[in-house]
């Protein structure tokens, strides 16, 4: 089976960094990627990691590290627009299946 | 073109309607797939096409039928369908095989009365 955890809820400030964690069960993995989605529209793509480190992408950054099912999506410079709920997702080797966690609300705050 | 477009935006039906959604991306992808995404819940995958080749069905019920045309255009036909059906219907693309970003389209918001 599989099993993906995100905190429910975030909250910080604008011109913060926040950090979002995302902790991943799963047999045959081939990749953690980060979707943004803002209230009522489609998920945006943010990151894709497959092997461990740190990818950085502006004020983005996502870290993977497979041994310990572990990923997370650094936000830096928080801005009032990053208000959204974040997506971990995991696909699994074998096909295209993406399994996505339950997402994590960011709220920044001015 | 860069975007993956959805018809209709908003779609509602009553439980005996024949009714029919569209998607269409034009960046040369050989992979699209069907989520359907309920309130504050993630998007669940329900179909995916390879190469126009049914690759993937998410156990999902017959009153849910997906075709794919081509290569640019993927249609899912609904009938009988419940209110618990209610739901954001997302499509989306990938260039192809393994950890290709997906491409989200926006969306068909669908009411079943």
């Known amino acids: 089976g599989q099993n993906i955890d995100q905190p429910t809820e975030m909250t910080a400030t604008e011109g913060a960094i926040v950090q979002i964690n995302c902790t991943y069960q799963t047999s045959g993995f081939n990749g953690l990627f980060w979707y943004q989605q803002h209230a009522g529209e489609a998920p945006t793509f943010l990151s894709y990691n497959v092997l461990d480190g740190l990818e950085e992408k502006g004020r983005f950054s996502s870290f993977l590290s497979r041994s310990k099912g572990y990923s997370y999506l650094l936000l830096k410079e928080l801005q009032m627009k990053d208000s959204a709920s974040y997506l971990c997702?995991?696909?699994?080797?074998?096909?295209?299946?993406?399994?996505f966690g339950a997402g994590t609300r960011l709220f920044v705050k001015a | 073109d860069t975007e993956v477009t959805q018809t209709p935006k908003h779609l509602v039906m009553g439980m005996t309607n024949k009714k029919s959604l569209k998607c269409e991306q034009h960046m040369g992808h050989r992979a699209m797939y069907w989520y359907k995404q309920k309130a504050k819940k993630p998007p669940e995958l329900m179909f995916v096409y390879s190469y126009e080749k049914l690759s993937i069905n998410e156990s999902v019920p017959s009153r849910f039928s997906p075709e794919c045309p081509n290569s640019s255009l993927l249609n899912l036909h609904l009938h009988a369908l419940q209110p618990e059906d209610s739901a954001l219907y997302l499509c989306a693309s990938s260039p192809g095989l393994g950890g290709d970003e997906q491409f989200f389209g926006p969306g068909t918001r669908l009411t079943v009365l």
């Open positions: 997702a995991v696909r699994k080797t074998g096909g295209f299946k993406t399994i």
